[in-house]
């Protein structure tokens, strides 16, 4: 049951990444800066950025959905891996519109929204360090 409630909040996480792209995409200028060192700036077209986000969004998403069959692994570990392609949606959801920001003509202090970029790794690292402790419960309680 639980699994179907991930794969339920998994299609959710799917269109909104897919939502947050088209409405950062529509707000990129030409050239998106990447990033900015004193000396040089590094940016690159809008859509090859917006294929590069749609490649990266699309393999993540089709790994959670092959995953997902039934005779594939155990629901346990179907269950934790559709979590971490939730996790990785979330984290996506926030680093785009970061660099939408980031491309804005809007004046923004950047250093408090690092610490959101933090959370979005952080939230990322805590998912794939738990698979490891589940499995090890597991074995001492079962």
């Not at 950025?49 to 959670?64: D, E, Q, S």
């Not at 996790?87 to 959101?116: M, P, W």
């Amino acid at each position: 049951m639980i699994s179907k409630v991930f794969r339920g909040v998994w299609f959710i996480s799917f269109l909104a990444v897919v939502a947050n792209l088209m409405w950062v995409y529509a707000g990129l200028p030409e050239q998106v800066v990447i990033r900015e060192l004193e000396v040089s700036t590094y940016a690159m077209d809008k859509e090859v950025l917006f294929y590069a986000w749609l490649a990266i969004i699309g393999m993540g998403n089709t790994m959670a959905f092959v995953f997902g069959k039934p005779k594939g692994p155990d629901e346990g570990f179907r269950t934790w891996f559709t979590g971490l392609v939730i996790t990785i949606n979330i984290f996506l959801v926030i680093a785009f519109s970061f660099i939408g920001l980031y491309n804005s003509t809007e004046k923004f202090d950047f250093a408090r929204a690092g610490v959101v970029l933090y959370f979005g790794v952080g939230l990322i690292g805590v998912w794939i360090t738990s698979w490891p402790i589940i499995v090890l419960y597991r074995k001492i309680f079962s």
